[in-house]
């Protein structure tokens, strides 16, 4: 992470889409239930989730022409972990639809909305913590067993987001403090006019550590003061964390894909190409 930069590599979905896009060809796995337009939902739904979270990430702790307060912290904070909880839901949405189309006895049916409404992260995990417990579905390991080692892996992470962006978004804030940056930029308070105004800079200071609640859910009386260590909670480091674990998961999913997804045609084929009798795709 340099300057305060999250970079996604998005390469391994783009690439990933290109295999899901072969499968759904008729002379495939065809597209009758359209699982193809949900799996290409969930990538984009994932993609414009890691751009806001890059964003607001470089925003928060951006020196900007404009006086910063905690209440523009905690926004940029809530949207970040809104925008990390999605793209998990998102890839696990895209990931059940093209998992569907390969064995659909095996993941949630994407014509079935009810359905629909449970797929989850833990579909993919398990969630043996939660109440009541999740299993993950069977079939992840049959498919995405690269994919689903690396979620379980994390669990801890993806329970830290979902905790603090339910906390952010039903009940208050989750900024408890931090540490601001003092390295401006060359000519950043004289274009303002307070170069020689030390009770004014530091109105406009962004945050180069932001420490956020432990254990958000617990009841105020339960809580005990944080103290430094290795107890603290640093948006920081989930950030870079939740980074390296999509990029991961791209490579893993594509990989897993390549491996257990079998396609009686491994090449798009042309209308001369096409087998006899089939209907010409989309």
């Known amino acids: 992470m340099s300057d305060f930069l999250l970079t996604f590599d998005l390469a391994p979905y783009h690439r990933l889409d290109r295999l899901a896009l072969l499968a759904c060809q008729d002379y495939n796995l065809g597209n009758v239930t359209d699982w193809f337009g949900s799996f290409r939902g969930g990538l984009a739904g994932l993609e414009s989730r890691t751009y806001g979270v890059q964003t607001h990430f470089r925003l928060v702790h951006a020196w900007l022409p404009t006086r910063r307060s905690p209440l523009e912290t905690e926004y940029h904070i809530a949207s970040i972990?809104?925008?990390m909880d999605s793209a998990i839901e998102c890839l696990a949405f895209a990931l059940n639809a093209l998992g569907f189309a390969v064995a659909p006895k095996c993941f949630r049916d994407v014509t079935d909305?009810?359905?629909l409404t449970k797929i989850a992260p833990w579909d993919v995990s398990g969630r043996p913590t939660g109440v009541p417990p999740?299993?993950?579905l069977d079939g992840y390991k049959l498919v995405f067993p690269a994919l689903q080692a690396?979620?379980?892996a994390n669990r801890g992470l993806l329970d830290t987001i979902v905790e603090q962006h339910d906390v952010s978004k039903h009940r208050e804030h989750i900024f408890e403090g931090g540490m601001a940056r003092l390295d401006p930029p060359v000519g950043?308070?004289?274009a303002l006019g307070i170069?020689?105004?030390?009770a004014k800079q530091h109105e406009y200071w962004p945050m180069a550590e932001?420490?956020?609640r432990e254990a958000p859910k617990r009841a105020r009386g339960s809580r005990t003061p944080q103290s430094a260590g290795e107890s603290v909670v640093l948006l920081e480091t989930v950030s870079k964390d939740f980074c390296d674990f999509i990029n991961q998961s791209g490579w893993k999913a594509l990989e897993d894909a390549v491996s257990n997804i079998h396609l009686p045609y491994t090449d798009f084929l042309d209308a001369k190409t096409k087998p006899t009798g089939e209907r010409q795709a989309d």
């Open 113 to 115: 909305e009810r359905q």
């Open 195 to 198: 170069a020689d105004d030390k």
């Open 188 to 190: 950043f308070y004289e």
């Open 81 to 83: 972990f809104f925008n």
């Open 134 to 136: 999740r299993q993950p």
């Open 150 to 152: 690396h979620w379980q």
């Open 210 to 212: 932001i420490i956020l």
